[in-house]
């Protein structure tokens, strides 16, 4: 809700389909032409799944973050030159920094 409070145009799973599995969200963010934001370091396998075919994947690194600080840090990126084109695009927020990976 935060997010969305921000301008941004989010979806959450559980409104959409509560108890996919891992593979179903990918699929659904992919037909939807959206960027996938999780805190499910998995989505970060290439093995498993399509990145260098998606429209982006950001993984948030929650570790002790506090609610607000996972808003902040999130929104920040969202709003940079870095979040305008994660075609094909693999993002890690951290606390101290934003690490990206392009699969061309």
Excluded: C, H, P, W
Aim: proline content about 0%; hydrophobic content about 45%.
């Amino acid at each position: 809700e935060a997010i969305r409070g921000e301008g941004f145009d989010v979806l959450n799973v559980r409104e959409l389909a509560q108890g996919a599995s891992d593979e179903n969200v990918f699929e659904l963010a992919m037909k939807q032409k959206r960027v996938l934001l999780t805190f499910d370091r998995e989505f970060g396998n290439i093995f498993i799944y399509d990145i260098k075919n998606s429209f982006g994947v950001v993984i948030i690194l929650i570790g002790q973050l506090k609610k607000e600080e996972i808003i902040k840090y999130t929104t920040t990126f969202l709003k940079s030159e870095l979040a305008k084109n994660m075609k094909k695009k693999l993002a890690i927020i951290g606390k101290k920094k934003v690490r990206i990976r392009s699969f061309l």
